[in-house]
């Protein structure tokens, strides 16, 4: 009797290990097999339809696009970026963009050769486009810290699309369809990860802010699953998570100011508060470390228009947020920050 139990487990394993081993080769096989992957890879323009199922459902087996993708050699790579007008990509940073938004990639760069493209929908004072030639410049902080708002700026100055190393379909919808590019065709690359995450460029426009006001905004954007979004008093003091995020965020904070602005990085640094003191001079030094040329009247377009697409309208107090022992293990981090930060002008005061 007990031979025989374990003649049907091991029976039962074995055909459930065939079956589960079939359905998964049937999953990858219709995935690769997936029409609209194939209309990429056949070179036809899909529909932005058809572009935006592909990148919001992440394609249902997405492994099996990545291994295929990994699988394309650099030739076929180069001939997806001619077929879409794509300028200053490596292979490698081709092959990763894809990966990292399939679908999205195509539709957020040439759905206008359908003229399908959409506008941005934060005003601007030129006509939008990717630039052929430059500097890479990277748009690095620490989350919260204001980068989509910076990115905003500059795109309606310049008239040039900002990118980003991330693919967060958001900013493609707030019209920033340069989201996902990592080359010199966008006019700044946003990043929040840290130096040896990212090798891209030496050159680095830094946006640092109060971290007492940055915490809590990167908090509000989790919990609330929006980047406008605000929780309730419940999400803070002394609310067991939050607690934890904030006495692991201060040290990183400290940390990753500290690693972008060595001397191994040229790096201009943009207090975030001074942007709302004195905007035309904040964003005059912001250009002239691009070195990207200006007049007067692209400040007044923009200072005129400056969106706050990605500001939250709040009445709080940040610093309302923190247990006192939380306000101690900030301004710790924060005292040493200072030493690198009075450098840059832009060091904070502590906060009780």
Known sequence: MLLSRRLIVLLLTTFGCIFICMITSNLESATIKDP????VLNSELPTVSVLLSMSE???????AFHRYIKDLSDSDLNKLAENYHVTGLTSTALQRTFMACPGYFLLKHFSNAKGEIQTP???TCKNMSFQTSGTPVALVSWPGSGNSWVRQLLETTTGIYTGGVDCDFAYYRAGMIGEGIVSNNVIVVKSHWEPPSWNFTNKILYIVRN?????????????????????????FGNNSKWDKRVKNSAYWWRVHMEQWTTEKHVTHVVKYEK?????????????????????????????????KQFHRNHSYRALDKYTQEQKAAVNKQLKIANIVLQKFKSEYQEQW
């Open 275 to 307: 942007l709302f003191v004195d905007l035309k001079t904040e964003l005059q030094k912001m250009l002239d470390f691009l070195g990207h040329p200006y007049t007067e009247a692209d400040f007044n377009c923009t200072i005129h228009s400056s969106t």
């Open 211 to 235: 971290p007492f006001d940055a915490f809590v905004a990167d908090w509000n954007r989790e919990q609330a699953h929006s980047h406008v979004g605000i929780v309730n008093a419940s999400y």
């Open 36 to 39: 609209m992957l194939m209309q």
């Open 121 to 123: 929908k934060h005003q």
């Open 57 to 63: 459902l992440k394609l249902k087996n997405k492994s």
